[in-house]
């Protein structure tokens, strides 16, 4: 395999090459078909794949995000009977009242994981897709694009969707709980951050170009 | 297999980052010239460091098994809950379903986790040319399914929220749910720590 010489005194070589990150074998990259995946011939890796949706899906797709996120936060995420009469309680409601009644470490780790984490990333996406509809790089795209690189797993929505379920059917061997259209609000973002998961919001740096100034 | 060549062979660098192919300038630390980051052929100390956080993950899974995660009090009557109480109460009280999920999430995960950094580990470190391929898909499940094992942490958070509310029962979370939270954090960062190129550059490459 012959290397490409362009780009090269910059320490840039053109993006005809792939890298497996799983095993670091070199291919050529070539153009994939509708729907097509590209695997590592050596690890099996995924090396990357055709996405029906493009910029302006995946910024739709933050845009639905986000209603679900806000209607998820202004709804009640529960009610519950006690006394005859019917309490329904947000998510906010949930964080304030633990940390007022001395559980501040899992109050701060369920508003960061549902609440800030989201938010901000939902934010940078949207940001940085705004720009790259038009092909262009977002003020700050490189800190952004960075930052989302690094935040990637430690988002953790659909695992409190689903724990909210369990906590619910839990707490009906207490007392009278139902879920309210909050959590299934969330349960939309949870769908939404799936199918996020299969993009690889990486390849906005191969279809972006940097402004000229 | 051995035909197919290796970025380090070619004196190229892959940017985990943006995914930039680099060329590598020997003996220079170099960043990625279009986000950056610092480039790496291999993560810095991948086993040290990958062998520490696990050490580490295991000692907070102990008391995190050991210790009750959760407190119910109903009318004079107080219950500390376990991991694993807990289970057995939610399978008890009517929702099987629901008790496996909590089951696999808490326990099977966490444990498998410990399995299956620590074979990829010892594997890796003796360059072993053995099932390779299943091993790299061993360690991108450990990665996929890592944060899962969160599920016990929310379900805590949630009910002790829900119940705040009650005036006759309460719930409040014990000492053991925020051992399991660290463990869980931790063999995160285990997994990401360990580089699975590092399973690809045994001493007999030929497979
Ligand atoms: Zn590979
Ligand atoms: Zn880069």
């Known amino acids: ?213 | 297999m051995s035909g197919l060549p290796r970025a380090g062979d070619l004196g190229l660098i892959g940017c985990h980052v943006c995914g930039m192919v680099c060329r590598d300038v020997p003996g220079h630390d170099v960043g990625c010239p279009r986000c950056g980051s610092a480039l790496h052929n291999r993560k810095a100390a991948s086993y040290t460091r990958c062998w520490a956080l696990l050490i580490a993950a295991f000692f907070f899974y102990i008391p995190a098994n050991v210790l009750p995660i959760m407190r119910t009090v109903s009318v004079g009557d107080v219950d500390d809950n376990t991991i694993l109480s807990g289970v057995i109460e939610l399978w008890v009280k009517g929702s099987p379903d629901l008790a496996v999920i909590v089951f696999t999430a808490s326990i099977v995960v966490p444990v498998l986790k410990f399995f299956a950094l620590g074979l990829l580990l010892i594997s890796s470190q003796r360059g072993s040319g053995w099932a390779r391929r299943q091993r790299a898909k061993l360690y991108r499940l450990v990665e996929f399914i890592g944060y899962w094992s969160m599920l016990d942490v929310f379900v805590v958070a949630l009910l002790t929220a829900l119940v705040q509310f009650g005036f006759f029962s309460q719930v409040e979370p014990l000492p053991g749910v925020v051992f399991f939270g660290l463990t869980v954090v931790i063999t995160m960062l285990a997994s990401m720590t360990f580089d699975p190129r590092l399973i690809w550059d045994g001493r007999d490459f030929d497979d």
């Open chain 1, 1 to 213: 395999m012959t290397m490409p010489v362009q780009g090269v005194q910059h320490g840039i070589a053109p993006p005809t090459l792939w890298i497996c990150e799983h095993c670091d074998t070199v291919f050529r990259r070539r153009v994939l078909a509708c729907g097509e995946v590209a695997r590592c011939a050596r690890c099996d890796a995924i090396l990357a794949r055709h996405h029906r949706v493009g910029v302006r899906g995946m910024l739709a797709l933050v845009l639905t995000a986000m209603i679900a996120f806000i209607q998820g936060n202004i709804w009640p995420i529960v009610t519950l009977g006690l006394n005859g009469h019917l309490i329904s309680t947000t998510l906010w409601g949930c964080i304030v009242m633990m940390w007022n009644e001395h559980a501040q470490v899992v109050s701060v780790i369920a508003a960061m994981t549902l609440f800030f984490i989201p938010i901000f990333k939902m934010g940078l996406l949207g940001w940085v897709l705004l720009y790259a509809r038009k092909g262009e790089r977002a003020p700050g795209f490189r800190l952004a694009m960075v930052t989302l690189h690094r935040i990637g797993p430690w988002t953790m929505s659909e695992v409190f969707v689903l724990g909210t379920l369990v906590a619910i059917v839990k707490a009906h061997m207490y007392f009278d709980v139902v879920p309210n259209a909050g959590i299934f609000a969330y349960g939309v973002l949870m769908l939404i951050i799936t199918a996020f998961a299969s993009i690889d919001v990486r390849e906005l740096w191969d279809l972006t170009e940097e402004r000229r100034a």
